[in-house]
């Protein structure tokens, strides 16, 4: 999994796109935070059929398992904590933890509490599978709530789908871990902008003598959005008075972090080449002018997913 830098077992199919499921997370103990989502491509398995099959005997019914001791089979996997250098926007390099699943197919979003010489801080972290990533952190005398988004873009050419969302929970220790989630079948059907959500929800209060002392909510979204792969993109620099100055088509896999404009562009028609389904050419035109600090440039992976990137324009 690479970085951008920022519940039961069953599985529930379901066949149109444009839709949203939200599902109760669960975790155990109750204490356990939901703080994000690891979102795979395939089931990720963490059944003990074998020991569950021997400690719940009883508890089967037609020989399946119950919805309770289903729960129970549940196994968690544990983040790895990796140290990561980074580069900020002035060019100086830093150091920063992350947390990520290794031997997983997938990509995470969490947004988790630490605490650090300062005190406790909500530590956010998205990889780059996981696009247009939001937190909303609220916190009164009652308690806390976060709300935690992505999207996964996905090529409209490829065929439908699994995805899943697999709750992150965070431990009394600060120790993340996943668990098996909940599935959405997303089938594009060579159609650009269909859409899928899941949701997963938790609400848990701390109480005392049977009164309440605080509580923790926390909703994490994750989407899915179909696109037409880019295959070229076109800058043309634009004067004030509206004279072309230069076009030039760039290769999007080779797209440098900041671009040099000429010194009397004033605008940038930004051109993005695509080919639908039935292999017709489809354009689309963007214009960005002084203020606008950056382009957001989809890039087609083989899996099918578009990795969103910013470039910064650089206008004198």
């Not at 697999?166 to 996943?178: F, R, W």
């Not at 929800?201 to 899915?224: G, H, L, P």
């Not at 578009?306 to 206008?315: R, W």
């Amino acid at each position: 999994m690479k970085t951008k830098l920022l519940i039961p077992l069953a599985v529930l199919l379901l066949p149109l796109c444009g839709c949203q499921l939200a599902r109760p997370a669960q975790a155990e103990p109750a204490s356990d935070r939901l703080v994000g989502a690891l979102v795979t491509w395939e089931p990720l398995d963490l059944f003990d059929a074998e020991a569950h099959l021997s400690d719940n005997a009883g508890n089967l019914q037609g020989g399946t398992l119950t919805a309770e001791a289903a729960d129970a089979c549940q196994q968690r996997l544990y983040a790895v904590a990796q140290e990561v250098t980074l580069t900020d926007e002035h060019g100086e390099t830093y150091t920063k933890t992350e947390y990520q699943f290794p031997d997983v197919d997938g990509a995470v979003l969490y947004a988790a509490l630490f605490e650090d010489e300062t005190g406790n801080a909500y530590v956010s972290h998205s990889d780059e599978a996981i696009s247009d990533c939001q937190l909303d952190y609220h916190s009164t005398d009652d308690g806390e709530a976060i709300t935690v988004s992505g999207t996964v873009y996905f090529s409209a050419l490829r065929q439908s789908c699994g995805i899943y969302a697999n709750p992150i929970y965070q431990d009394s220790t600060g120790t993340l871990y996943a668990i098996s989630g909940s599935c959405m079948k997303f089938s594009p059907d060579g159609t650009a902008g269909e859409t899928c959500t899941i949701t997963l929800d938790q609400t848990a209060a701390a109480s005392e003598n049977e009164t309440v002392k605080s509580s923790y909510a926390a909703t994490v979204s994750i989407s899915a959005e179909s696109c037409f792969p880019p295959e070229e993109l076109v800058l043309q620099q634009m004067d004030a008075d509206g004279s072309v100055l230069s076009r030039k088509s760039c290769d999007i896999h080779a797209l440098p972090d900041e671009i040099a404009l000429d010194p009397a562009a004033a605008y940038v028609i930004v051109e993005t080449h695509s080919r639908d389904a039935s292999g017709n050419a489809v354009i689309s035109r963007e214009l960005y002018e002084k203020g606008d600090e950056s382009i957001p440039v989809m890039c087609p992976q083989e899996d099918g997913v578009l990795i969103q990137s910013q470039h910064t324009l650089q206008f004198s």
